[in-house]
């Protein structure tokens, strides 16, 4: 049998500290595609996908090659937004 993993990664727009984030430029490249280049990196995933509630966020992470699940707004932790993803 064979088991396809995938890495899931939570991303949301509205931080209350840093709205934005995801995308905030670090050494000229948005952080989000930054964390995406480091899981394409796991030998052991076969699919990278960002759980997000922001059509912004999709977009970057459709353009990094990531998939993308569109979630609620309404999680209150990143875990959440996972599980529903």
Excluded: C, Y
Excluded at 10 to 31: C, D, M, N, Q, Y
Excluded at 42 to 59: F, K, N, Q, S, Y
């Amino acid at each position: 049998m064979n088991s396809r993993v995938v890495g899931v990664i939570p991303s949301r727009w509205g931080s209350t500290r840093f709205p934005g984030k995801s995308l905030a430029l670090i050494g000229g490249k948005p952080l989000l595609a930054w964390v995406v280049d480091r899981a394409r990196q796991a030998r052991r995933l076969d699919e990278i996908l960002v759980a997000t509630d922001d059509e912004r966020i999709a977009e970057a992470a459709r353009s990094f090659g990531a998939t993308v699940a569109m979630t609620r707004p309404d999680h209150p932790s990143g875990t959440d937004r996972i599980a529903e993803a």
